[in-house]
């Protein structure tokens, strides 16, 4: 499927000149429309809009190509324009944008619009190209300038038989970004060409959002000289072993490709079977725990959107005046809701565990770190080995089964590498799942106890506080419920939170403290929506899309939502989000409001006392924490 096949002359504008982003938009559709590709244009611009709110579709260099699936789509085309004055169309290097092209997919399209990206970037990768483009001043012109271009980067098959050494590379890559789209392409087109002009074969596989294309096969790794993993994101690297493995960021294969192509022969040799794969050369201690950290957060992350969706479904589908207590699961539907999305926060924070310790050990690691994380769940200890409340080490103590699991498991691998050969086979079988089993257990049983004096702790530091300022007792629990976000000081706090409500008069409108306690774990999740929403260059394009889901778990009382921004810049995110609670849960308690639910976030707000002044407490926190994100978190490049 070529460019020039998808791109009719009506659908293309020269020296076009929008106003603004959303008139820019409007243009690439009317384009659409008029080359017969839409049934349903407004519908398309939904979707388009849908698409441009998850992160900006700029990719810098003066070049947007915004793009969407939609069921408006009558078959799939392309629309361009070319805009000399340039528009603001929020580029990642604040650049305004020059040159569009507008991609529309079937909903039913399959990845024909991913495959469309991922030519184009290869295509917009040549500066003078894209100089070409912009230069064109008729529309045969500007479509000869692509045709030229794709014919010499996508030559059409040569006819006979084939010959069946052109396919081998002295150098192989592998490249991957987090999102899959743009960098992924951008850095294996890169390193071809670099190679192209160093005359040294080179052939990148791509692993994008679409799957993997142009994989490499086992004749082509066994004839290679080295191998270049250049990806933000773990790759298996067993198919790699005994090569020379380079391993960098996705950043330096679009910036560094020639530095990389000579280096490669020289990187340390891969033996996945007995040891950590190697990295990056100069890649420090910080970024390798930082991947690995990254590694649970982005598979504990649907756990956490999901779950905590479905939970704020039974909320609002329940009756409260029924049994406060139990608010919630008081109707069966809301029970039902509150049943499934209650068994995926269950496992989230195993998952987190056991993703962290399969990014240091790969899969031995897996399973000791998704028990270690139930077992921070649990609160095993030796003198309760099914769990004792009072030992619950929650997010903290999953972070620490994760890593600890990750590193246990890698020395358990290299002591077994002295074994005879002939106990190759039990390994992965018996010894790794039993052995390391074993020494998590062990651990984190440990662990729990020492967690549990710190509940105890902190809990009756809360209970003493409680008889003096009640402004500085609200600050405390609610600046508590942030720190660590279903760790022992969010435990602590909450505990004491529900434990206020039996003393309570629920005619009165019920806890003060409970109502302290609620409003700080509602403001980390609005507060970070907030940033992601009005401070996007602080964010990486993943967190912009899950950003706005907080908004709901938030207004829910539904803290773990914060939880991957916190995992993945821990002091900035935490400090902003302890604050900002901290001042509303002062305020709550400043204007006396009382709540008499233990959960329930917006929708116990018409039973609450003085709820005005309660959601003006929670506008003002929120709004702290997301000017301290702001302040504190670094712009993204």
Known sequence: MRITDLLRPEGIRLCAAPKGREEAIDLLITLQDRAGNLSDPARYKRDILAREAQGSTAIGSGIAVPHAKSGAVRTPGLSAATVPGGVDYDAPDGQPTTLFFMIAAPADGGDTHLELLSRLMVLLMDEAFCAALRAARTVP???????????????????????????????????????????????????????????????????????????????????????????????????????PVLRVPVADGINRPEELIRAAPEAPICHCAGQAPPEAAGEGLGRQIYKQLMNGVSHMLPFVIGGGILIALAFLLDDASIDYSNFGSNTPVAAWFKNIGSLAFGVMLPILAGYIAMAIADRPGLMVGFVGGALAVSGSTFAAPAGDPGAVSGFLGALIAGFVAGYLMLALRILCGRLPRALEGIK???????????????????????????????????????????????????????????????????????????????????????????????????????ATTFFKNRFSQEERKSGPVNYV?????????????????????????????????????????????????LFVFPVMHNVLAYFAALVVGSLIGMVLLALLKQKKS
């Open 553 to 601: 778990m938030g207004l829910c009382f539904i803290t773990e939502g914060a939880i991957p921004f916190a995992a993945a810049d821990p002091w900035r995110v935490i400090l902003s989000c302890a604050l900002g609670s901290g001042v509303a849960g002062a305020l709550s308690m400043l204007f006396g409001c009382a709540c008499p639910a233990p959960h329930g976030g």
């Open 141 to 243: 012109e500007f479509l000869a300038c692509i045709d030229r271009q794709e014919q010499a980067k996508y030559p059409e098959e040569p006819s006979g038989t084939p010959d069946p050494t052109a396919r081998s590379c002295s150098i192989l890559a592998v490249t991957a970004c987090p999102t899959g789209i743009a960098h992924t392409y951008m850095a294996a087109e890169a390193l071809e060409k670099k190679g192209r002009e160093l005359g040294i074969p080179v052939k990148a596989e791509t692993q994008g959002s679409g799957g993997v294309k142009n994989m490499l096969t086992r004749e082509e790794i066994a004839a290679a000289d080295a191998i270049i993993i250049a990806a933000d994101k773990e790759v298996d690297l067993t198919r790699f072993e005994g090569k």
């Open 428 to 530: 992965p079988v018996l010894i790794y799942p039993v052995a390391g089993l074993l020494l998590i257990g062990l651990f984190m049983c440990i662990v729990n106890p020492f967690v549990g004096i710190l509940n105890n702790a902190l809990y009756s530091g809360l209970s003493a506080m409680g008889s003096g300022s009640k402004v500085l007792l609200g600050f405390v629990v609610a600046a508590m419920m942030a720190i660590d976000m279903g760790g022992p000081f969010n435990k602590a706090a909450y505990l004491f939170g529900t434990s206020t409500l039996a003393a309570a008069d629920i005619a009165a409108g019920g806890s003060d403290v409970m109502a302290a306690v609620m409003i700080g774990g509602m403001v980390p999740p609005i507060a970070i929506a907030l």
